[in-house]
T-cell receptor, first 114, second 110 residues
């Protein structure tokens, strides 16, 4: 059974650019969540999608957005990149929202802003 | 309000020693308490989990101790090895809502 797949694994962008990250959940999982993790920091919740609808959103500026497709794959977009956006972006999937059973993380996308 | 409080933030243990990480919660509706292990550059992975109807669960060198009355649970790593060096997260779930602790960075010195 394939795990959660995040692409790309590494990305380098310059300030002011925008970036799109992709997450393919485990087959059958319909809920996808995104987290930002900076060195020494915990998991900062970005947003959660279920059935193509955003259910929850963390305390991040509007530059951070996401969407989910009918096949449950999700994308996250960050516009007008800032140096502080450099982080490991993690995606996690589960069968249903708020369900920690079977909650599985991807390996993340390491985003570096220069 | 932080639903799950985790301590310490960082921990350094000698090889062969016992590593102990603690978490406390407030919501008595929580009924599932997992621990996740995260290596640098990787996503967190489920390590071990417990439900409140048992006081202890052991898997190899990893043990969860659960104290329902104190609303606390802890992860014990026996005979800690350098390969255990990672960040550990606790979590608590009600079934339709969950919260993560802030993480503990464990370093095991050879």
């Amino acid at each position: 059974k394939a795990g959660v797949t995040q692409t790309p694994r590494y990305l380098i962008k310059t300030r002011g650019q925008q970036v799109t990250l992709s997450c393919s959940p485990i087959s059958g999982h319909r809920s996808v969540s995104w987290y930002q993790q900076t060195p020494g920091q915990g998991l900062q919740f970005l947003f959660e999608y279920f059935s193509e609808t955003q259910r929850n959103k963390g305390n991040f500026p509007g530059r951070f957005s996401g969407r989910q497709f009918s096949n449950s794959r999700s994308e996250m977009n960050v516009s007008t990149l800032e140096l502080g956006d450099s982080a490991l972006y993690l995606c996690a999937s589960s069968s249903f929202p708020g369900q920690l059973h079977g909650y599985t993380f991807g390996s993340g996308t390491r985003l570096t802003i220069v | 309000q932080q639903q799950v409080k985790q301590s310490p933030q960082s921990l350094i243990v000698q090889k062969g020693g016992i590593s102990i990480i603690n978490c406390a919660y407030e919501n008595t509706a929580f009924d599932y308490f997992p621990w996740y292990q995260q290596f640098p550059g990787k996503g967190p992975a489920l390590l071990i989990a417990i439900r409140p109807d048992v006081s202890e669960k052991k898997e190899g060198r990893f043990t969860i101790s659960f104290n329902k009355s104190a609303k606390q649970f802890s992860l014990h790593i026996m005979d800690s090895q350098p390969g255990d060096s990672a960040t550990y997260f606790c979590a608590a779930s009600t079934g339709n809502q969950f919260y993560f602790g802030t993480g503990t960075s464990l370093t095991v010195i050879p």
